[in-house]
């Protein structure tokens, strides 16, 4: 079992950062694929990025490729999500989530985080 704790979300302008965080508590982290996926309102959850077990590989959505960076700290059983130059169509609740696959479908993760709001304004 993992449980996970995004933080890191706010307010941001346009072209601006922000780096959001997932700590996982449990055991095992490292043993996860992490991935972090987005839902803005009325819309879709959709994926944003993911990272291997030992951060030999990341893949990202379109939409957000060349801005955001996912990372991991194994030692610290945290992932992250940099995010920048941010544009008003980013505004989204953000969620982390583990699993047993680098995939970009949500059913392949087993364990979520609550979420985190970010708001990018124009």
């Known amino acids: 079992q993992v449980q996970l704790v995004e933080s890191g979300g706010g307010t941001v302008q346009a072209g601006g950062s922000l780096r959001l965080s997932c700590a996982a508590s449990g055991r095992f982290f490292s043993s996860y694929y992490m991935g972090w996926f987005r839902q803005a309102p009325g819309k879709e959850r959709e994926f944003v990025a993911h990272?291997?077990?030992?951060?030999?590989?990341?893949y990202y959505g379109d939409s957000v490729k060349g801005r955001f960076t996912i990372s991991r700290d194994n030692a610290r059983n945290t992932a992250y999500l940099q995010m920048n130059s941010l544009k008003p169509e980013d505004t989204a609740v953000y969620y982390c989530?583990?699993?047993?696959?680098?995939?970009?479908?949500?059913?392949?993760?087993?364990?979520w985080g609550q979420g985190t709001q970010v708001a990018v304004s124009s």
């Open positions: 990272i291997t077990r030992n951060s030999g590989s990341t």
């Open positions: 989530a583990a699993g047993n696959s680098a995939s970009a479908r949500q059913s392949d993760y087993m364990y």
